[in-house]
């Protein structure tokens, strides 16, 4: 079983950065693929990136790509999500989540949620 706890949320004016901490407990950390996902008023769960148990493998959505950059430390059990560019519609709460699939995008091919970290966005 994984224990996820999000953390680095906060308010930020557009242009700015945020980085985002998932910090997992579980001895098999390295063999879960992580994802991030976020969810804003009124609109539906979304996939943000993902970082795969095998090769290190990143995935993005194509409305954060080239600003969003997911990275993994298997010694501290984190993953970071940094976001560059921040604009007002990146506002959200941003939950990470574990999958044993090697490769995963849909929410519901992840197992474990954490409780989310808020990123507000100002124009």
């Known amino acids: 079983q994984v224990q996820l706890v999000e953390s680095g949320g906060g308010l930020v004016q557009a242009g700015g950065s945020l980085r985002l901490s998932c910090a997992a407990s579980?001895?098999?950390?390295?063999?879960?693929?992580i994802g991030w996902f976020r969810q804003a008023p009124g609109k539906e769960h979304e996939f943000v990136a993902a970082?795969?148990?095998?090769?290190?493998?990143?995935y993005y959505a194509d409305s954060v790509k080239d600003r969003f950059t997911i990275s993994r430390d298997n010694a501290k059990s984190t993953v970071y999500l940094q976001m560059n560019s921040l604009k007002p519609e990146d506002t959200a709460v941003y939950h990470c989540?574990?999958?044993?699939?090697?490769?995963?995008?849909?929410?519901?091919?992840?197992?474990?949620w954490g409780q989310g970290t808020q990123v507000t966005v100002s124009s």
């Open positions: 989540a574990a999958s044993r699939r090697p490769r995963a995008a849909g929410s519901n091919e992840y197992d474990y």
């Open positions: 970082i795969s148990w095998i090769g290190g493998n990143t």
């Open positions: 579980g001895r098999t950390f390295s063999e879960y693929t």
